[in-house]
């Protein structure tokens, strides 16, 4: 029989199914959990907190740790003149017992005191979960200001964050008196935790490889963090362990001062795994010239059904009752209607179709290419037969003014057309709203440039069907015309400008040619897709089967 591995005060409040009998401890900088809990930014948390959830349904001896962002992300507002504001607020969570459990962790050769709190797994539904902060009383400002801001803009406030959550979760577990037999990296964040374990061990690397696995969110070289090795040692990143030690445990050749967070973690792992079939073959494509790193395999992102899935809509598709099903569709609509004429004063029609575009906000998603040829955005916007409505939504960093001016540019075309919409404050309440009452879910990122994407998933669980480029979690699921649309792959070795021009022909195309007038003329046969999307998406994309897949492929 399996027993939870944590002291009794905190253990599992199930008995743990011996298939996921394994102790096993997960690392992340963002959980979305709940939308009271405000510790997340964008997918990466959306990912971590489906994660927890099935960890929790699945009775697996698992532990979350993570850090209690006093400010969270940020608050998206508004201006005076409508544009995007970022507002920083402090939160304070009643529901996070204080245990009293506190400890030094060096940082910048300086003694930090951390505190830990404890999320009971009955709160949300999850594991067991662990939050660090240094924003305590003990502390001075600068230490304090550590974990106040998730993803601070400052590069050495970062370090000092990764340091926390890695060094800081790996000492929480020394408190604890608990050796977990696998320690799970969800991004490079927390790679700080394995040159603890080597200061522990005598540098024995392979006792930390036997332990760590390690998975990877970003599919491209220049997406990955690096910092100089001298500046973070400097930091105390390090543990105690010499400048020689660390450049021999990560093979980094002499006059090479480049620590590279995903090179490291791919060095010092049993097995990482990208977060789609296509981003384990970039992955593995991309890491193919560096020697002595770990094997990359695949498993994809999924979503908690149980969570997003609002219940009417699953027991009218349960029913194949497509009237049923119509209607709620329709409040939910209104729903989703109420919160743009709130902020925005459109007020949208629930008969017309409803684009929706939401997700975190970065350039690289192409937020606006469909708005770039302005003569078929007007007419999509003005038609009389066959109306469409367009929401945009979504996070940028507060300090990517490239994507902050993308926003701001998709903001003011609601000043002239009246069927579409900017909204602010996307989190999980209002991603929830989005995904219940839109018709059709645009993602249209860069093709490779998405490691997974995982917005659709929860979209289609809701009946609203995907129209995407064919990149990340897509194509394991696509059956283009049956269970979603699919923009067709630009030709190779085309201009950004030209490879644009393809994806946003061929939207507008498969739009007139064939999603409107189905929507229109055949509710019957657009229902049919839309209950293929749910059929499909059900169990390979929910996240008890990711949760269930780390423990058969990464930690046994």
Same mark, same amino acid.
């Given at each position: 029989m399996s027993h939870s591995f944590l002291p009794a005060q905190y253990k599992h409040p199930y008995?743990?199914?011996?298939?996921?009998?394994?102790?096993?401890?997960?690392?992340?900088?963002?959980?979305?959990?709940?939308?009271?809990?405000?510790?997340y930014s964008g997918g990466l948390g959306?990912?971590?907190?489906?994660?927890?959830r099935s960890a929790g349904t699945l009775r697996q001896n698992l532990l979350g740790i993570g850090i209690l962002w006093t400010y969270g992300y940020y608050n998206q507002t508004r201006s005076e003149d409508g544009n995007m504001a970022v507002q920083y607020q402090k939160r304070n969570y009643p529901f996070l017992e204080d245990h009293n459990i506190k400890f030094l962790i060096r940082v910048y050769g300086a003694p930090v005191w951390v505190k830990a709190y404890f999320l009971r797994p009955e709160t949300f539904g999850t594991a067991p979960m662990f939050f660090l902060s240094t924003d305590i009383d003990e502390n001075d400002e600068e230490s304090r200001t550590i974990t106040r801001r998730l993803y601070d803009s400052n590069g050495f406030t970062r370090i000092a964050q990764?340091?926390?959550?890695?060094?800081?979760?790996?000492?929480?577990?020394?408190?604890?008196?608990?050796?977990?037999?696998?320690f799970h990296l969800n991004e490079a964040h927390a790679i700080a935790a394995a040159f603890h374990q080597l200061s522990k061990n005598g540098c024995n690397v392979e006792e930390v490889r036997r332990r760590f696995v390690f998975t990877t969110h970003t599919p491209e070289e220049a997406g990955n963090e690096k910092m100089d090795i001298n500046q973070m040692n400097n930091f105390s990143f390090f543990d105690g362990l010499s400048l020689d030690q660390v450049r021999r445990v990560i093979g980094l050749s002499e006059g090479d001062n480049t620590f590279n967070y995903t090179l490291a973690a791919l060095r010092l792992s049993r097995?990482?795994?990208?977060?789609?079939?296509?981003?384990?073959?970039?992955?593995?494509?991309?890491?193919?010239?560096?020697?002595?790193?770990?094997?990359?395999?695949s498993i994809t992102n999924a979503q908690n059904?149980?969570?997003?899935?609002?219940?009417?809509?699953?027991? #009218? /598709?349960?029913? *194949?009752? @497509? &009237? #049923? /099903?119509?209607? *709620?569709? @329709? &409040?939910l609509k209104k729903q989703l209607?109420?919160?743009?004429?709130?902020?925005?004063?459109?007020?949208?029609?629930?008969?017309?179709?409803?684009?929706?575009?939401?997700?975190?906000?970065?350039?690289?998603?192409?937020?606006?290419?469909?708005?770039?040829?302005?003569?078929?955005?007007?007419?999509m916007l003005q038609r009389t037969n066959r109306p469409v409505q367009m929401i945009w939504a979504g996070k940028p960093y507060p300090t990517d003014y490239k994507a902050i001016e993308i926003f701001d540019k998709l903001n003011k075309l609601g000043n002239k057309y009246a069927r579409c919409a900017t909204i602010v404050g996307y989190e999980l309440s209002l991603s929830r709203l989005l995904k219940n009452g839109s018709d059709l879910w645009l993602n249209n990122p860069i093709v490779t440039r998405e490691a997974s994407g995982t917005s659709g998933m929860s979209a289609a669980m809701n009946g609203s069907v995907s129209?995407?480029?064919?990149?990340?979690?897509?194509?394991?699921?696509?059956?283009?015309?049956?269970?979603?649309?699919?923009?067709?792959?630009?030709?190779?070795?085309?201009?950004?400008?030209?490879?644009?021009?393809?994806?946003?022909?061929?939207?507008?195309?498969?739009?007139?040619r064939r999603i409107l007038p189905l929507y229109y003329n055949d509710r019957d046969g657009w229902y049919d897709i839309v209950f293929r999307a749910m059929e499909d998406i059900y169990p390979q994309f929910d996240a008890d089967r990711m949760a269930d897949e780390y423990y058969v492929k990464m930690y046994n």
């Open positions: 008995e743990i199914d011996p298939k996921y009998g394994k102790s096993a401890v997960y690392f992340c900088m963002e959980y979305a959990i709940d939308n009271a809990f405000k510790i959306y990912l971590a907190g489906s994660h927890m990764y340091i926390v959550l890695g060094k800081g979760g790996a000492r929480l577990l020394d408190e604890l008196g608990v050796e977990p037999e696998v097995i990482a795994n990208g977060v789609s079939e296509l981003h384990g073959e970039v992955s593995r494509q991309m890491w193919k010239d560096y020697d002595n790193i770990c094997p990359i395999t059904q149980a969570y997003w899935q609002d219940q009417e809509l699953a027991e #009218a /598709f349960r029913a *194949r009752d @497509k &009237a #049923a /099903f119509g209607t *709620r569709k @329709k &409040a209607f109420r919160m743009v004429g709130e902020q925005t004063g459109h007020v949208f029609d629930t008969d017309c179709l409803t684009i929706v575009w939401a997700r975190r906000f970065a350039a690289y998603k192409r937020p606006d290419l469909i708005t770039e040829n302005t003569t078929c955005f007007e007419r129209i995407s480029t064919n990149d990340g979690w897509i194509r394991e699921f696509e059956r283009d015309g049956e269970n979603c649309f699919i923009i067709p792959e630009a030709k190779a070795g085309l201009t950004p400008e030209a490879r644009d021009r393809s994806d946003r022909d061929n939207f507008y195309d498969i739009l007139e």
